[in-house]
Protein backbone atom coordinates (compact mmCIF):
# COMPACT_ATOMS: atom_id res chain seq x y z
CA UNK A 1 0.00 0.00 0.00
CA UNK A 2 2.71 2.86 1.00
CA UNK A 3 4.50 1.61 -2.35
CA UNK A 4 1.55 2.49 -4.62
CA UNK A 5 1.03 5.56 -2.18
CA UNK A 6 4.31 7.03 -3.32
CA UNK A 7 4.07 6.45 -7.02
CA UNK A 8 0.40 7.80 -7.22
CA UNK A 9 2.29 10.88 -5.67
CA UNK A 10 5.24 10.76 -7.31
CA UNK A 11 3.31 9.88 -11.01
CA UNK A 12 1.10 13.17 -10.27
CA UNK A 13 4.27 15.23 -9.47
CA UNK A 14 5.43 14.50 -12.71
CA UNK A 15 2.48 15.31 -14.73
CA UNK A 16 2.17 18.66 -12.66
CA UNK A 17 5.95 19.03 -14.22
CA UNK A 18 5.17 18.69 -17.39
CA UNK A 19 2.08 20.78 -17.18
CA UNK A 20 4.32 23.40 -15.61
CA UNK A 21 6.46 23.29 -18.37
CA UNK A 22 3.56 23.85 -20.79
CA UNK A 23 2.49 26.83 -18.29
CA UNK A 24 5.70 28.81 -18.68
CA UNK A 25 5.62 27.80 -22.57
CA UNK A 26 9.01 26.00 -22.69
CA UNK A 27 9.66 23.39 -24.71
CA UNK A 28 10.87 20.05 -24.02
CA UNK A 29 14.83 20.08 -24.17
CA UNK A 30 17.74 17.91 -22.93
CA UNK A 31 18.09 19.74 -19.44
CA UNK A 32 14.32 19.82 -18.43
CA UNK A 33 13.74 15.88 -19.73
CA UNK A 34 15.91 15.63 -16.59
CA UNK A 35 13.05 16.94 -14.69
CA UNK A 36 10.52 13.82 -14.41
CA UNK A 37 13.67 11.94 -12.62
CA UNK A 38 14.17 14.68 -10.39
CA UNK A 39 10.73 15.20 -9.25
CA UNK A 40 10.95 10.86 -8.96
CA UNK A 41 14.46 11.17 -6.71
CA UNK A 42 12.64 13.76 -4.12
CA UNK A 43 9.82 12.74 -4.12
CA UNK A 44 9.89 9.02 -3.31
CA UNK A 45 11.75 9.56 0.05
CA UNK A 46 9.38 12.96 1.27
CA UNK A 47 6.39 9.52 0.99
CA UNK A 48 8.82 7.10 2.33
CA UNK A 49 9.87 9.70 5.55
CA UNK A 50 6.04 10.67 5.88
CA UNK A 51 4.27 7.31 5.77
CA UNK A 52 7.13 5.59 7.85
CA UNK A 53 6.79 8.29 10.54
CA UNK A 54 2.66 7.85 10.16
CA UNK A 55 3.06 3.68 10.67
CA UNK A 56 5.70 4.04 13.55
CA UNK A 57 2.79 6.72 15.15
CA UNK A 58 0.11 4.45 14.78
CA UNK A 59 1.92 1.83 16.35
CA UNK A 60 2.49 3.57 19.33
CA UNK A 61 -0.86 5.38 20.28
CA UNK A 62 -3.50 3.62 17.38
CA UNK A 63 -5.09 7.21 17.35
CA UNK A 64 -4.64 8.16 13.46
CA UNK A 65 -5.35 12.31 13.97
CA UNK A 66 -3.04 12.76 15.81
CA UNK A 67 -0.73 10.46 14.06
CA UNK A 68 -1.21 12.30 10.77
CA UNK A 69 -0.94 15.48 13.24
CA UNK A 70 2.49 14.48 14.35
CA UNK A 71 3.86 13.40 10.86
CA UNK A 72 2.94 16.89 9.63
CA UNK A 73 4.72 18.76 12.13
CA UNK A 74 7.64 16.58 12.68
CA UNK A 75 8.54 15.21 9.49
CA UNK A 76 6.78 18.15 7.50
CA UNK A 77 9.09 20.55 8.97
CA UNK A 78 12.47 18.17 8.06
CA UNK A 79 11.36 17.80 4.32
CA UNK A 80 10.55 21.53 3.90
CA UNK A 81 14.31 22.05 4.77
CA UNK A 82 15.40 20.10 2.79
CA UNK A 83 13.61 20.70 -0.24
CA UNK A 84 13.82 23.97 0.26
CA UNK A 85 17.54 23.62 0.26
CA UNK A 86 17.12 21.35 -2.73
CA UNK A 87 15.18 23.98 -4.73
CA UNK A 88 17.31 26.81 -3.59
CA UNK A 89 20.36 25.17 -5.31
CA UNK A 90 18.59 24.66 -8.44
CA UNK A 91 17.41 27.88 -8.31
CA UNK A 92 20.97 29.46 -8.42
CA UNK A 93 21.00 28.01 -12.25
CA UNK A 94 18.38 31.30 -12.35
CA UNK A 95 21.58 33.55 -12.15
CA UNK A 96 23.14 31.89 -15.55
CA UNK A 97 23.10 33.77 -18.75
CA UNK A 98 22.04 30.50 -20.52
CA UNK A 99 18.73 30.52 -21.16
CA UNK A 100 18.67 26.57 -20.72
CA UNK A 101 19.62 26.32 -17.24
CA UNK A 102 17.67 29.07 -16.42
CA UNK A 103 14.78 27.88 -17.71
CA UNK A 104 15.72 24.69 -16.19
CA UNK A 105 16.69 26.27 -12.86
CA UNK A 106 12.98 27.89 -12.50
CA UNK A 107 11.17 24.71 -13.36
CA UNK A 108 13.37 22.47 -11.28
CA UNK A 109 13.10 24.64 -8.86
CA UNK A 110 9.20 24.82 -8.58
CA UNK A 111 8.15 21.55 -9.02
CA UNK A 112 10.54 20.41 -6.42
CA UNK A 113 8.47 22.48 -3.92
CA UNK A 114 5.51 21.40 -5.81
CA UNK A 115 6.17 17.74 -4.93
CA UNK A 116 6.70 18.48 -1.04
CA UNK A 117 3.27 20.19 -1.25
CA UNK A 118 1.87 16.98 -2.92
CA UNK A 119 3.32 14.83 -0.85
CA UNK A 120 2.04 16.54 2.10
CA UNK A 121 -1.51 16.98 1.12
CA UNK A 122 -1.76 13.42 -1.06
CA UNK A 123 -0.58 10.89 2.45
CA UNK A 124 -2.33 12.69 4.98
CA UNK A 125 -5.39 12.62 2.49
CA UNK A 126 -4.84 8.65 1.85
CA UNK A 127 -4.34 7.83 5.27
CA UNK A 128 -7.19 9.98 7.11
Known sequence: RATVI????VIV???????VLGLLHY??????AIIPPLIIVIGIPNCIFLINKYQQEIKKH???AKSLQRVITKVGNATLLTNLTTASG??????????????FGI?????I??????????IPIIYS
Open 6 to 9: SMIT
Open 90 to 103: FATFILTESTLLTE
Open 27 to 32: EITVLT
Open 62 to 64: GNQ
Open 107 to 111: VASIN
Open 13 to 19: GVMWAFG
Open 113 to 122: ILIFILSLLI
